[in-house]
């Protein structure tokens, strides 16, 4: 008597989301079933794996990711190094720069960078702002317009500035919008609804319901995401269809298991291998629990990830 | 799992006889469903459709002892497939494996780190629990016994990889009483493998090539009379591991399926082909995805932190918030002299507070108050986390006399309490700093 | 759990702009009330054609083939005495969002309403009654019993048999109010689907205290388990009763803006 399961394959699914345009833009949604559940029904596809670069200088940087831009001078060069990295599907440019009560740099100067770094590389381009509202407003929107054709992912709208970031990224440059909630479900909803409700098609709109690094209240994360599925699948609620890209990076890279050096944890060893693994298990555990696209900032944990989701699909 | 008066109907003789009291048989099932009567009082339900209940209303997974004393452990028992339907109540176990393949040397020096990494987080021991001591046919069984003497030595769980039933039974004369698993059991043996697991009374852990065949072995042994088995999920590619491990656990809570519904065991050593990462990757999908026992090549700390940590949230229960131990936390190589910040107990909080300090690279003390292990506004709100209640703690943990600094930080949300505070803790001077943690890197040194 | 099932009841002959509209088949004033109810938030459509005893058939299906053509495939509760029209009905109707509703079968005269809904793969709307009106619960849940054996010997699924209390008026029947109540939980505690009439408890009454009661029984009937009613979309305070008991339920995930979608 072989074994026999009943399918999970729902009637309803996930938006199909396409970033970027020509050989190598890459689609991103349209599945049916849970994450990687492709004994229910055939997953088309398969979640993506992104890099960041920031503009904020490699000083800044851990030091194991300086070392991989190693010669690297301008954002651009670490562009053009960074997208040609095994397993890079689409390149994240965070303008951490911007923040107001750090480098405080000029949206035009960062509109700039965007404009480079987009001439550089021809991969999808996802721009993440400065985590500051009323300045990513501004520089999302002037991004929005800099990039247009390109088809990029502004990353994000949040609840603040929907309205600004909504109408230039969605409406007037029909780039991809990001919606922007940190792990919480019922605001990820609202979000996409607001956005809706100015006119931005719900197929042009990924969300990023935020994430938190293993360890580090992480159950939230997978129960947002949990329930966010259960919605869009089962109860076939169209303003939770949309796919969910999810930054690793930017917090992973912040906790003390990450990089806390050597000297101070002489027990734990090499920062990297540690800042690598952080970055993978986290990663991992996003995408089983529902991304359908990761952003990283190791390489080796770009290839590690991708080389997971290409065994999983 | 309770049948619904519908499932009972269905098998209910539906004649409307009222002998039981109830104006019909679907009265009668409801009330048998809300456990109001006992389904004997109805005299005409046959003896096959009381069986199929009793069946039904078995636990869907079956709870799996392993090891004794304090090296325990519960597998499965699970009830639910997502974590916010109700808390998993069995956390996922990590072995290392060793072969008696390896010369004597990789032996010791595999046998020799796995006590390497050992420590606590909120009240927990993370280390690893298990030692997975595969045999390998290439080796003498003499050699392999010797192997799971020494690896007993560390007083860890064994589970013997060995699908030879009479290495098997000299393996098991030497450690049984440990509760080992005996981990081998395929469609080839599995007779020999269920008698040599019977008589020495260890759980046994059940192969199959593919989920066809596991499904049919486990069903075998079922029929010899063992429901004390662990499946093993496939280990032919990382796609049909995940199809193991997912499939047969929706099998068994969603589908009432009881042949799937025991504790799994994922080899992400044999799945990873020695790419280290690649396992730290697979370690963690299957810790979220139905893992019971996790093999892996080695436990450092570089896979351990994420993973143990992601254990931890993973299966707290929803209800109960995760707390730290309230105290004081010296950061930097804070001391008597350094600043003091004061905070709540929970333990989110705690993290994200104390990484932004340490990121701050300034010398201070992080005190943590007894505030129920809610968070600063919750318990602020609840007055667990009030003017009185942190003097009370400051007097009660005698801070003052261990702590010369009289430097105060408090949360920017509780910035109201500054002036009760400065009132009843003369002396000090109450400080209010930022709302959000990722603002005190920028606080602390520009008050340098 | 599923979302609240409202089947919009505003296309029915007892309507007497509806009733001209079938009888010359004006498509115009059918679509608007169509428009009006599924804008509003309706599920289901019920068509109501009446007895429809000489031209059903040809009627229904204008019917069915005008409103799915219009708005997309919505799913339809095909409302007549005449089985024949409902059959007809079926035959040309698209069940892309929604298997068709048989409206309706009783435990007496139309039990063979199953049969018709078993054949064709659709749900049926199942009356708790007999020849008269039940006068227990002990009655009801006869009557279920029987209904229930009936679509599962012709095959049906049991999710598929929507079992209606029948709503009783307050004037008149208010010692009654809590029996109803408590026969929907016990259809729940079955594991059973329902559905109803729901504004029939407040005929009579001043046409400014209706959405107050029927507001208040939905929210009443939902917490003992009710899966479904039929109702007058149009109602707004109704409307956004069911909406609201729908995230207490668990069956729609709360956002700010929940009662605009």
């Not at chain 1, 939230?220 to 599925?229: A, E, L, N, P, Q």
């Not at chain 2, 039974?169 to 440990?178: E, N, Q, T």
């Not at chain 2, 079922?222 to 093993?232: A, D, F, S």
């Not at chain 2, 003390?365 to 007055?383: E, F, R």
Request: contains cysteine; negative net charge.
């Amino acid at each position: 008597m072989p074994f026999t399961a009943k399918s999970g394959k729902f009637n309803a699914s996930i938006n199909t989301l396409t970033i970027g345009t020509g050989d190598k833009a890459i689609t991103l949604g349209g599945e049916n079933v849970l994450p990687f559940y492709t004994f229910d029904a055939p997953i088309e596809n398969a979640p993506k794996v992104g890099i960041e670069i920031t503009d904020g200088g490699m000083e800044n940087e851990p030091e194991c990711i300086q070392k991989c831009y190693e010669g690297c001078t301008t954002v651009v060069d670490m562009a053009k190094a960074a997208a040609a990295m095994e397993g890079v599907e689409f390149l994240s440019l965070r303008l951490e720069g911007g923040d107001p009560n750090g480098l405080n740099k000029s949206t035009e100067e960062l509109v700039q960078i965007v404009k480079d770094v987009a001439a550089a590389v021809d991969l999808p381009l996802v721009v993440c702002g400065c985590k500051n509202v009323e300045k990513d407003a501004e520089l999302l929107s002037k991004a929005a317009e800099a990039l247009d054709g390109r088809n990029a992912l502004l990353l994000a709208a949040k609840e603040e500035n929907y309205k600004t970031v909504g109408a230039a990224a969605g409406l007037a440059y029909k780039q991809v919008v990001g919606a922007e909630s940190s792990v919480d479900i019922n605001l990820a909803k609202q979000l996409n609804v607001l956005l809706s409700q100015l006119g931005v098609n719900g197929q042009s709109i990924a969300m990023n319901i935020g994430t938190a690094s293993a360890g580090y209240g992480f159950e939230y994360v997978i129960s947002t995401m949990d329930r966010i599925k259960a919605a869009a699948l089962s109860q076939n609620d169209a303003t939770l269809q949309m796919p969910i890209i999810t930054p690793v990076a930017s917090e992973v890279w912040g906790v003390k298991e990450a990089v806390a050096s050597e000297a101070d944890m002489p027990e734990w060893g090499p920062a990297e291998e540690r800042g690598i693994d952080m970055e993978i298990e986290t990663a991992a555990a996003d995408l089983v629990s529902g991304s359908n696209a990761v952003i990283l900032r190791h390489p080796a944990s770009v290839v590690t990830i991708s080389k997971l989701i290409k065994e999983l699909v | 799992m309770a049948l619904k008066g519908l499932d009972i109907f269905k098998l209910s003789p539906k004649k409307n006889c009222k002998e039981c009291g109830s104006p019909t048989c679907m009265a009668f099932s409801m009330k048998v469903a809300q456990g109001a009567v006992s389904i004997d009082a109805c005299p005409y339900f046959s003896e096959d459709a009381k069986a199929a209940m009793s069946e039904a209303t078995a636990p869907p997974m079956k709870t799996i002892k392993v090891g004794t004393g304090e090296s325990e452990y519960t597998l499965g028992g699970e009830t639910v497939l997502f974590r916010h339907e109700k808390t998993f109540v069995s956390k996922t176990r990590y072995a290392v494996a060793v072969c008696s393949c390896m010369d004597d040397a990789e032996i010791d020096a595999k046998l020799a780190a796995i006590p390497a990494v050992d420590y606590d987080r909120i009240s927990e021991r993370m280390f690893v629990e298990m030692i997975y001591v595969n045999y390998s046919a290439d080796a003498s069984t003499e050699k392999y016994v010797e192997l799971v003497k020494k690896a007993a030595g560390l007083n860890r769980v064994l589970i013997l990889g060995c699908e030879d039933p009479e290495a098997a039974k000299a393996a098991l004369a030497v450690c049984k009483d440990s509760k080992p698993v005996l981990n081998g059991a395929t469609p080839a043996n599995y007779e020999a493998m269920n008698a040599v697991a019977a008589e020495a009374g260890v759980v046994l852990g059940v192969i199959g090539a593919n989920n066809d065949e596991l499904f049919d072995n486990v069903a075998a042994l079922e029929k010899l009379g063992n429901k004390n088995m662990l499946i093993n999920a496939c280990t032919d590619s990382v796609k049909s591991a995940f199809a193991t491990a997912v499939q047969f656990r929706k099998a068994a809570i969603k589908d009432s399926n009881r042949t799937c519904g025991y504790p799994s065991i994922v080899n992400v050593a044999k799945l990873a082909k020695g790419d280290a990462h690649m396992q730290a990757a697979l370690a963690s999908v299957f810790t979220m995805k139905y893992g019971s026992i996790v093999v892996m090549e080695q436990m450092g700390y570089a896979e351990a932190l994420p993973l143990y940590g992601m254990r931890q949230n993973l299966f707290t229960d929803p209800q109960k918030p995760m707390k730290v131990e309230p105290g004081i936390y010296p950061i930097n190589g804070g001391d008597e002299n350094s600043i003091c910040l004061t905070t709540v107990d929970f333990a989110l909080t705690y993290f994200v507070v104390s990484g932004e300090l340490e990121r701050s690279g300034v010398p201070c003390n992080l005190i943590i108050n007894d505030a129920g292990g809610l968070s600063v506004l919750t318990s602020w709100a609840a007055g667990k986390f009030s003017s009185s209640s942190i003097a009370k703690f400051f007097q009660e943990q005698e801070i003052e006399g261990k702590i010369k600094c009289r430097k105060l930080c408090i949360p920017g949300k509780v910035a109201v309490l500054k002036g009760e505070l400065e009132a009843k803790m003369p002396g000090w001077e109450i400080i209010v700093a930022p709302r959000e943690a990722v603002q005190l890197v920028k606080f602390l040194k520009d008050m340098q | 759990m599923g979302k609240f099932v409202t089947i919009g009841e505003r296309l029915s002959t007892t309507a007497p702009a509806v009733n001209k509209a079938f009888t010359e088949r004006d498509p115009q004033p059918i679509i608007a009330r169509a428009k009006q109810q599924l804008d509003a938030g309706a599920v289901y459509l019920d068509v109501n054609i009446g007895p429809a005893e000489s031209d059903g058939e040809d009627l229904m299906k204008w019917a069915v083939k005008l409103l799915q053509s219009e708005f997309n495939n919505v799913p339809l509760a095909l409302d007549t005495s005449n089985m024949k029209a409902i059959e007809a009905g079926i035959s040309v109707y698209d069940r892309t969002n929604g298997k068709p509703i048989v409206n309706s079968a009783d435990a007496a005269g139309r039990i063979e309403y199953l049969d018709l809904a078993a054949a064709n793969d659709a749900i049926c709307i199942a009356l708790c009654n007999g020849e008269g009106l039940a006068k227990d619960n002990d009655e009801r849940m006869m009557y279920c019993q029987t209904l229930l054996e009936r679509g599962m010997e012709h095959g049906m699924e049991a999710e598929d048999i929507w079992f209606d209390p029948l709503f009783l008026v307050v004037k008149g029947m208010q010692d009654k109010q809590m029996q109803i109540l408590e026969c929907i939980k016990m259809f729940s505690d079955m594991g059973l689907n329902s559905t109803g009439g729901l504004s029939n408890n407040s005929n009579g009454m001043p046409k400014l205290i209706r959405p107050i009661m029927d507001s208040a029984l939905v929210a009443m009937a939902m917490m003992q388990g009710l899966t479904s009613a039929i109702v007058n979309p149009n109602d707004l305070r109704l409307m956004e009763t069911i909406k609201s008991c729908d995230i207490f339920k668990g069956n729609t995930l709360y956002a700010d803006s929940y009662l605009e979608i």
